[in-house]
């Protein structure tokens, strides 16, 4: 199933080339476009899929993501594993209930975070130092895909789905 959505990765066109700025503010000239790619019904499935084979055997009670990446990617293994999810603003909202995050985390619940795309992974660690800061541990950060370049460092228990040399094979 990996090797499908490494596929139909490329078939979709979420591996890009060209002149790029990242998240993490590095430069690179390859983009992978994993929000664009989970508006295909088939691949979001595959995703959810690889993803909660991976928590298989991971006691947890919660998904956490940042928007907007983590949003697709957290409904749909919400759905697979029946599990309740989270969502993490990047920055708070003053208006409506306001704040920084959408559903809740309670003292001491095991939650486990999606990720889109990791590369120095400070996105990721962010939602898990919110997590942690309102009571819950994170037992595993998910990624669609690593860049392999840094996230491990910085996330110890990050589980990635696909590594972008996976993605440049066979171009």
């Given at each position: 199933m990996k090797d499908k959505l490494?596929?139909?990765?490329?078939?979709?066109?979420?591996?890009?080339?060209?002149?790029?700025?990242?998240?993490?503010?590095?430069?690179?000239n390859v983009y992978v476009d994993i929000k664009t790619a989970c508006t295909y019904p088939e691949i979001l499935r595959i995703i959810a899929k690889l993803m909660a084979e991976k928590v298989r055997g991971i006691d947890f009670d919660k998904i956490a993501c940042i928007?907007?990446?983590?949003?697709?990617?957290?409904?749909?293994?919400?759905?697979?594993?029946?599990?309740p999810y989270?969502?993490?603003?990047?920055?708070?909202?003053?208006?409506?209930?306001?704040g920084d995050l959408i559903g809740n985390v309670k003292q001491g619940e095991r939650i486990v975070v999606v990720e889109d795309v990791t590369t120095t992974g400070k996105s990721a660690n962010?939602?898990?130092r919110r997590v942690e800061e309102r009571g819950g541990k994170v037992v595993a950060v998910?990624?669609?895909?690593?860049?392999?370049?840094?996230?491990?460092?910085?996330?110890?228990?990050l589980i990635p789905i696909v590594e972008l040399r996976e993605l440049l094979e066979n171009i």
């Open positions: 490494v596929d139909m990765l490329k078939e979709v066109g979420a591996l890009k080339f060209g002149e790029f700025v990242l998240s993490s503010g590095k430069k690179s928007e907007l990446g983590g949003v697709p990617l957290a409904v749909a293994l919400s759905l697979e594993t029946g599990k989270v969502i993490f603003r990047k920055e708070k909202k003053s208006y409506g209930v306001g962010s939602v898990v998910l990624t669609v895909v690593d860049r392999n370049e840094g996230a491990r460092e910085l996330i110890p228990n």
